[in-house]
């Protein structure tokens, strides 16, 4: 089947998000037609499917290889469906353009690798296909920006992001930390890229997709990519991740999708007032901040005169107590200030240790103008 000229990717300015379904891995003939059959007739329109498998260790399943893309070729014909697959170098490249696969996807650990992902950008060059970047699997956006230049200077203008989530050497809920202020810098530094989300890769379990999928809606992404089997339990990668067709298409039922903006006059002109008082407190914060600041600057003089070291640990450790405490009683987190409270002390330290090296070189200076 020729590919479609049409633009696969696009913003979604408040519209349909663009949805991707199917298994982690092709498996065989049967698996994926029946995977298919299963989501056709849904807001479904791409088909996924890993042909090749990076997998963390060798001696796992890594993929069912070339014949693969004939099932896909399959899945096109009988379903009308359309087809992405990922590729890590220009034989995968080749290969999916000689049998007509409509986009490529680049793996999040190919976009950790600047020589893989050139060698994709100079084999698709000319082209057209349209490439979906997922993040590098470390929380580099600056690594994820140029894997994206990359592939724009191949001429590629059909294009889309895909936020799979980050590894982290700690256990936490989701398999892969969602870190979600990076994708929303991805979207404030190109605005022009379209951004999906695979809850799949970051809940690492079904029972957490709905409501990572949820998520990614409210935050505005243009899409999301599932990863679908018609037997979850019995896939050969990522079997815990999985959703059945059935489970796709009822998670995709119940998603709750909002506008970004509204005419109506009432309600504009009610978020305008609240955003005023909003702006006004912020400054009146960043005021108090900077009046906290001014303190610490007197409470360095002070240490300097006195020789005492910048960094007194009772004293942190009974701020970070007592503001905790004040966070709850006040109703409101006591992470956050944790947070907020590591920030400033931070700063302090640095303000401090400025100014203690300031009086040191201007006391060099004079006591060495001295001695000449
Ligand atoms: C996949 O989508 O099956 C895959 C391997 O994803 P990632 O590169 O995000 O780990
Ligand atoms: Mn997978």
Redesign the pocket.
Known sequence: MARSNKILFKRRNGGKPLLIAGP??AESEVQMLETAKGLQSSSVTLF?A?IW??RTRPGNFEGVGLKGLHWMNEVQNKYGLRVVT?VANTAHVEACLELGIDAL?I???TSANPFSVQEIANAIRGTGIPVLI?NPVNPDIGLWIGAIERILSAGSTDIAVVH?GFSSHTKGKFRNAPLWEIPIEMKRVMPEVPILC?PS?ISGNRKYLAEVSQKAMDLSFDGL?I?SHIHPEEALS?SEQQLTPKATKSLIKNLVLRKTVTDNVIVNSALKELRNYIDELDDELMQIVSQRMSIVAQIAAYKKENNLSILQEKRWAQILFSRQKRAEELGLSAELFMKIFEQVHQESILIQTGILNEQNTHKTIMSSEKVL
């Open positions: 982690c891995s996924r890993g498998k990076p990922e996807w793996g999040a650990r997922k799979r695979d890769h990519m990863e990522d």
